[in-house]
T-cell receptor, first 117, second 111 residues
Framework: DTGVSQDPRHKITKRGQNVTFRCDPI?????LYWYRQTLGQGPEFLTY????????KSRLLSDRFSAERPKGSFSTLEIQRTEQGDSAMYLC???????????????FGSGTRLTVV | DAKTTQPPSMDCAEGRAANLPCNHS???????VYWYRQIHSQGPQYIIH???NNETNEMASLIITEDRKSSTLILPHATLRDTAVYYC????????????FGKGTMLLVSP
C-alpha cells in the first residue's frame, strides 16, 4: 500500500464549472476525511466517513459541495458552480478507528490544488 | 477539542535540537496531545502523540508537563528536511472527534 492517493494533483477550472476530486485511502482504514487548506492557514475540516456512512459535515461544506464514499473504499468530493473563493488545497486523510475508541493518527494524501479563474 | 497556542515561527541550526513549545491550558483529562508537520506542498504528516507520559519514536520526543497544560516537541538533531509547519493538536480518542488544526509553528532549519 502506497498511502493515501489523491487525483488530480492540480486542477484549474473556470468559475461556474463543476469539479470532482478522488481520494483512495489506505485499504484497511475505515475512516476517511476531507479537509480544505488555504494559503497561510492550517487545514480546515470539511467532512468524514466511517466506512460508507457520512458521519459529520462542517458548516464550511455548503450546498455546492457533496462528498460520497459509495462502497466504503474510495471517496469523491464534488464542487458545483465553483467560485473563486473555492480556490484551495483539498486534502484527504484516512485512519483506522478501533471499536471502543483508539485512533493512532491520520495519514494524509498530498492534496488536490484547485484554482478557480 | 481544546485550543492550543504555538509561536508562529522558530529558527534552528542544522544539527542542533529543535524544541517546539505548545500551550494547551484548557486540555481535558481524556484529551491526547498530537503533533503533525506539513512540509511545503505536501499533506500533514503524523509525528507523535501522548496523554501524560513522555513519548519517543524514531522521529521525535514529546515532553508533556505534569499538569498537562503544555508540551514540547523535540527534534534531537534537526536537518534541512525538517523545515516545515508543525501543528500541535489536542483531541480525545472518542469515536466522533476529529483533528482541528491551528496555524502551527513554521520551523526553519538553516545550514
Amino acid at each position: 500500500d502506497t498511502g493515501v492517493s489523491q487525483d488530480p494533483r492540480h486542477k484549474i477550472t473556470k468559475r461556474g464549472q463543476n469539479v470532482t476530486f478522488r481520494c483512495d485511502p489506505i485499504s484497511e482504514h475505515n475512516r476517511l476525511y476531507w479537509y480544505r487548506q488555504t494559503l497561510g492557514q492550517g487545514p480546515e475540516f470539511l467532512t468524514y466517513f466511517q466506512n460508507e456512512a457520512q458521519l459529520e459535515k462542517s458548516r464550511l461544506l455548503s450546498d455546492r459541495f457533496s462528498a460520497e464514499r459509495p462502497k466504503g473504499s474510495f471517496s469523491t468530493l464534488e464542487i458545483q458552480r465553483t467560485e473563486q473563493g473555492d480556490s484551495a488545497m483539498y486534502l484527504c486523510a484516512s485512519s483506522l478507528e478501533l471499536t471502543g475508541g483508539g485512533n493512532y493518527g491520520y495519514t494524509f494524501g498530498s492534496g488536490t490544488r484547485l484554482t478557480v479563474v | 477539542d481544546a485550543k492550543t497556542t504555538q509561536p508562529p515561527s522558530m529558527d534552528c541550526a542544522e544539527g542542533r535540537a529543535a524544541n517546539l513549545p505548545c500551550n494547551h491550558s484548557t486540555i481535558s483529562g481524556n484529551e491526547y496531545v498530537y503533533w503533525y508537520r506539513q512540509i511545503h506542498s505536501q499533506g500533514p504528516q503524523y509525528i507523535i502523540h501522548g496523554l501524560k507520559n513522555n513519548e519517543t519514536n524514531e522521529m521525535a520526543s514529546l515532553i508533556i508537563t505534569e499538569d498537562r497544560k503544555s508540551s514540547t516537541l523535540i527534534l534531537p538533531h534537526a536537518t534541512l528536511r525538517d523545515t516545515a509547519v508543525y501543528y500541535c493538536i489536542v483531541r480525545t480518542l472518542s469515536g466522533y472527534s476529529t483533528l482541528t488544526f491551528g496555524k502551527g509553528t513554521m520551523l526553519l532549519v538553516s545550514p
